[in-house]
């Protein structure tokens, strides 16, 4: 094993460009979803953008933990030098599910994006608004029991993020294997909670848009998305930070690891697809066949856009083994799979939330530049609090020593 003379005490220093430019990302975001409120027929359409926005934020920030998790399940050796990162977006969790729930409470009771099954006289037999399948599923799908399942699982996700990043932080300080293996424990139960909930967490926050639509899919093809998205992140952060002369210490194989699951998560995430599309078509039941009916009907190109970006690009770019470990090439298409998940998430809210007033511009891209900025201020200023690498890592010499 060679030796290195890594400095183990480096750290991010949040300030110049990075800082600026985030903030002002910031402001863009305001400026259009103040000016989507100014006119009440784009109130709708904001609110569903911000859900959108929202909802990435968050699914991207817990897929962060999912991936510490997974590294210390897995007792996995090639990222135990990169792990800060995903802890840094582990730790903005939090944040997000604030945004998250005001939203969606917001969406509740002002703007009624859950219009298909939170609305007057849907549960009511003598209303002339019922809705027998609605009725049927108002067990499940009512506010109060609604609000507390997010409220539950986002809470508990939360808790094991900050839970992992802070044994991390102790490990940094104690040293020894304590922290690691209460690491493992913890990420164990993480897991099994993680994987039984978070197709639930989707089918209440996304599915339930269009309530008289079901698939049971569908938890698996949002944690496809989140997942990969989540990659993409940390690839992009990354090479970003190795660009700026940070983590000397990530080479072309670490960069190798993480474009191999770009690539073998954006075709799980086409395998999906397909399969929740081919079932609905094959069928040929108009309850489900018009989910995709109101895509091709009013978001024609966005239906193909999604497809080439997040299944064309990762695949013919990623497919070769040397485009995995340039630095440029995959920064290009984790940068192209982020905008493709972005128009995933698009084609998934809009039509079941603004269908009179559905359209494209400067509300739908402010509002996403608005939350980039969020999301780059928060993740650069926790990953500036702590070393960039956790110098106590029971496998961080294999780290440093990967190769490929």
Request: hydrophobic letters at 60%.
């Given at each position: 094993m060679g030796t290195h003379n890594y400095n183990l005490t480096e750290q991010f220093e949040f300030t110049g460009k990075a800082k600026t430019l985030s903030i002002v990302a910031i402001v863009i975001g305001i400026a259009a979803i103040g000016y989507g409120f100014s006119a009440e027929a784009l109130h709708e359409r904001t609110f569903a953008n911000l859900l959108l926005m929202a909802y990435y934020f968050a699914c991207v920030c817990m897929s962060g933990a999912f991936f510490l998790a997974v590294q210390f399940v897995a007792q996995a050796g090639w990222s135990a030098s990169i792990l800060r990162v995903p802890q840094a977006m582990a730790r903005v969790l939090p944040i997000a599910v604030i945004i998250l729930l005001v939203v969606m409470g917001l969406g509740l009771y002002t703007h009624n994006l859950y219009h298909h099954w939170h609305a007057d006289g849907l549960t009511d037999v003598n209303s002339p608004n019922y809705d027998k399948l609605i009725d049927g599923k108002s067990a499940f799908l009512n506010v109060p029991f609604f609000m507390a399942r997010q409220v539950i699982f986002l809470g508990v996700y939360s808790i094991f993020a900050m839970l992992l990043s802070k044994l991390s932080a102790n490990e940094d300080l104690e040293g020894g294997l304590n922290a690691y293996r209460k690491s493992f424990k913890y990420s164990c139960i993480f897991l099994v909670i993680y994987g039984f909930t978070t197709?639930?967490?989707?089918?209440?926050?996304?599915?339930?848009?269009?309530?008289?639509?079901?698939?049971?899919?569908?938890?698996?093809?949002?944690?496809?998305?989140?997942?990969?998205?989540?990659?993409?992140?940390?690839?992009?952060?990354?090479?970003?930070?190795?660009?700026?002369?940070?983590?000397?210490?990530?080479?072309?194989?670490?960069?190798?690891?993480?474009?191999?699951?770009?690539?073998?998560?954006?075709?799980?995430?086409?395998?999906?697809?397909?399969?929740?599309?081919?079932?609905?078509?094959?069928?040929n039941m108009p309850e489900e066949t018009v989910y995709f009916y109101k895509r091709f009907e009013h978001y024609e190109f966005w239906f193909y856009l999604n497809l080439i970006l997040n299944f064309l690009a990762p695949v013919l770019l990623l497919m070769d083994r040397d485009n995995k470990r340039q630095e440029n090439i995959l920064l290009t298409v984790s940068i192209v799979v982020l905008c493709g998940h972005w128009v995933d998430y698009y084609q998934m809210i809009m039509p079941g939330t603004v269908e009179e007033h559905h359209g494209f511009g400067i509300i739908e891209v402010g509002t996403a530049i608005g939350f980039v900025g969020l999301f780059t201020f928060t993740v650069l200023n926790a990953l500036s609090k702590k070393p960039l690498i956790a110098k106590n890592h029971p496998f961080l010499q294999e780290s440093l020593n990967h190769h490929l």
């Open positions: 197709p639930i967490f989707a089918f209440d926050t996304v599915m339930s848009l269009e309530a008289h639509w079901f698939s049971t899919m569908f938890g698996w093809y949002n944690f496809a998305a989140m997942w990969v998205s989540s990659l993409a992140t940390i690839a992009i952060i990354i090479i970003l930070l190795r660009k700026a002369g940070y983590m000397s210490w990530v080479n072309n194989s670490h960069l190798h690891n993480l474009g191999q699951f770009i690539f073998g998560f954006s075709i799980f995430w086409t395998y999906v697809w397909f399969a929740q599309f081919l079932l609905i078509y094959y069928a």
